[in-house]
């Protein structure tokens, strides 16, 4: 960039602004040059300069105005005063403004050539970071979850406020209601956001493969570890770690990860020096984990460490003001991904989902959307696109509840919910439909309200 830099000379005196415009375009430099304050004011309104020598007495616009409007139009120019009327106060009040340099009169030039040099480096620096920076926005989507769901917004609120913290986050709920996406959202709202977030599935790997995974190796550590390895906790410094089905992990590896968060350090396999890590835990599972720990399958030491901020994500069903939103916002998605000109919904289609359990949650709720984007003959999603299985509005699936079937007061309430819902709230009729009496159906609402 030095040979590139824009830089605006201002100076009254006619001998001085054309020597520092001779010696600023030997340098290397495109000088623009002028003795009016007024014009140089211009000037600053229709180019970007790196930066402005300027002369700090001058009539009708002087330095400290060419000072305060180039700080306004771009905060990331320079701006290097000279003048021969030095004064401690003068330069003072110079350097409070944001000048880079004051130079006073006479100056050398190598002194000139020096203040320049550093100036422009400076501005070289700012302006790429700005880009990086810029760069880094753009290529990163924004981590969206849709919802107009009270309780989720609800959830929302309190995932952004715990971002910033740095505490460990619990995420719950049923396979398939987002997870992983959530974990992303904290991340993205954090203070890490511009460095790595790492998922893992715990569940997913063999203790073995799951210890050199999230620890990694020095070289020669077993047969075939022919150099050393970063683990994915090394890997996610400074950002997110993301631990799915925290509790399919082993003890060994549970007692190896609680280090990793009371010491922030990791032992790589074979190393006799552990590594400091500055990194982010964020774990979830589908089960229990309260459960877990009473069942002897997780240990509490873990469970308290992890268990900081708890997150737990309702099911689908719980939901289903979101099913509209959520059906159109994968639609859009799929749509362009395939090139697909499919932008409706129809209502018979949309009826089917609004009745229909979600035992997949979110998830399934996308395939199905991606299966009638994929078939649709038109521009439509007919009742038709969607499966045959959905297409019997009598099917009642029973869905898994963090990761166990439903006990029967949990399948029984739940039904009591879909008929009540169904005889919008009639419960003369909720208990005819039911086969009680409407005493008995009171008695078990009331039951449940006080518990």
Known sequence: M???????????EDIALRNLQHVMTKEGYAVTATRSGTKALALLEQQRFDVVLTDLRMEKVDGMDILRRCRDIDPQAEVILITGHASTESAVAAMKRGAFYYLAKPFRLDEVRKVVAEAVEKVRLKRENAALREQL????????IVTRDAAMERLLELARQVAPTDCTVLITGDSGTGKELLARYVHYHSGRREMPCIAVNCGALAEPLLENELFGHEKGAFTGALAAKKGLVEAAAGGTLFLDEITEMSPAM????????QEREVLRLGATRPVRCDVRVIAASNRDVAAAVRDGAFRKDLYYRLDVVRLHLP????RRGDIPLLALHFLRRHAAQMKRDVSKLAPE???LLMNYAFPGNVRELE????????VAAGDTIEAADLPEHLRDIGVITIRKREGRMPTLEEQE????????EETSGNQTAAAQILGINRASLWRKLKGRREQ
Request: aromatic share 2%; no cysteine.
């Open 2 to 12: 030095t040979t590139a830099a824009q830089l605006l000379i201002v100076d009254d």
């Open 137 to 144: 926005d753009n290529s990163v989507e924004p981590v969206r």
């Open 254 to 261: 549970q007692v190896k990860l609680l280090r990793v968060l």
């Open 315 to 318: 099911p689908l069903a719980a």
């Open 349 to 351: 289609a949309l009826a």
């Open 367 to 374: 395939n199905l959307i991606a299966r009638g984007t994929a």
């Open 413 to 420: 309430r739940e039904y009591i919910d879909r008929v009540l």
